[in-house]
């Protein structure tokens, strides 16, 4: 198993650039969800799936927009980027969270956007 | 909203020192709590867990107890090595099956 994968490991953006981080988990796992990593604040909830065909926001939602057509697969798009949005991104799978399931994370995206 | 609040970092510690990462959470429903680890250059990975009031997580020499009537769930070790070193996040479930993080604490152990 190659657990959560995400690509690429970097990325500088100039602003206004959109992109996609892509993610994948090939441990059938049906929640996924999207953070963003900054000093001092911990992860912050960007967008989560509890399905194929289901997302909803978490606590920064602004500006990404996420899908989720397969159950593998949950990219996270950057629609026009900016500074604001410079961070180290984060990518989890899990059975669940109900039952105290572990969360699995991928190994980040750190995004520079100039 | 559901938070929680960790220890102020930076920690440094000499190795075989005793370490404790304090964490409280607001006490909304009877919520699963973590604590993960995060070593250089990597993601996130689970140190330990407890599902319920008065369970004690533990892995790899840490412990932490789930205590419902302060809302707390400490970080210990007894004896911390050199290898120990990186962030330490607490963290809670939260309604939507999502998990809220504390900021984080970075701990180094010098030899």
């Known amino acids: 198993n190659a657990g959560v994968t995400q690509t690429p490991k970097f990325q500088v953006l100039k602003t206004g650039q959109s992109m996609t981080l892509q993610c994948a988990q090939d441990?059938?796992?049906?929640?996924m969800s999207w953070y963003r990593q900054d000093p001092g604040m911990g992860l912050r909830l960007i967008h989560y799936s509890v399905g194929a065909g289901i997302t909803d926001q978490g606590e920064v939602p602004n500006g990404y927009n996420v899908s989720r057509s397969t159950t593998e697969d949950f990219p996270l798009r950057l629609l026009s980027a900016a500074p604001s949005q410079t961070s180290v991104y984060f990518c989890?799978?899990?059975?669940?969270?109900?039952?105290?399931?572990?969360?699995?994370f991928g190994p980040g995206t750190r995004l520079t956007v100039t | 909203g559901d938070s929680v609040t960790q220890m102020e970092g930076p920690v440094t510690l000499s190795e075989e020192a005793f370490l404790t990462i304090n964490c409280t959470y607001t006490?909304?429903?009877?919520?699963?709590l973590f604590w993960y680890v995060q070593y250089p250059g990597e993601g996130l990975q689970l140190l330990l867990k407890a599902t319920k009031a008065d369970d004690k997580g533990s892995n790899k020499g840490f412990e932490a107890t789930y205590r419902k009537e302060t809302t707390s769930f400490h970080l210990e070790k007894g004896s911390v090595q050199v290898s120990d070193s990186a962030v330490y996040f607490c963290a809670r479930e939260t309604s939507g099956s999502r998990l809220t993080f504390g900021e984080g604490t970075q701990l180094t152990v010098n030899p």
């Open positions: 989890a799978s899990s059975y669940g969270l109900a039952f105290g399931y572990e969360q699995y």
């Open positions: 441990m059938n796992h049906e929640y």
């Open positions: 006490a909304t429903g009877y919520p699963s």
